[in-house]
């Protein structure tokens, strides 16, 4: 029996309960709908790992998940804003409900470790690439950025 998109949906990325109450409307709809606190700056990144290049072929599909995710809680701590939601696209070869189980699982493992939720996304079939764009809070004004940063002497 063939799976469309709308059922991996309900089977792997919805959750029973929203995990965060500034999510207005996540997962299930054409886009999400978020609360920013009052005072606070919007931080977002996107990175993507591709089979292959980012990560062995062979790697454990929780260790994908898991990676997908830290390395955008990395570039959002780096900025000194905490994260709050998550969206992720995924491109897979072919659907497999076992990978897609331990995928998910490394991934809200650290996602509820960081009170991340999920609030959407995309799935489609062709080479195994994960893209996780992050978002998180930081007050106005604080952000760390680079060009306020010193400068880094190696001599």
Known sequence: MPVDEFGIIR??????????ADV???IG???ALLQVPHR???????????????????TRPASIGH????????????MGAD?????LALTLPEYDQAWMDDFMRGFFGLADHCSVELVG???TRG???VSVQAHGFVPQGQAVLRRRSPAISFT
Request: proline fraction near 7%.
């Open 11 to 20: 089977r792997h990325f919805v959750r029973q309960k929203p995990a965060r």
């Open 24 to 26: 207005v409307t996540g």
């Open 29 to 31: 709809d054409d886009a």
């Open 40 to 58: 606070y700056e919007l931080a977002v990144c996107i990175d993507t790992l591709v089979a292959g290049r980012h990560f062995p072929e062979d």
């Open 67 to 78: 990676k997908a995710l830290a390395v955008n809680l990395s570039d959002l701590a780096a």
């Open 83 to 87: 994260p709050a939601w998550a969206t």
């Open 121 to 123: 996304g995309d799935t």
């Open 127 to 129: 080479p195994l690439t």
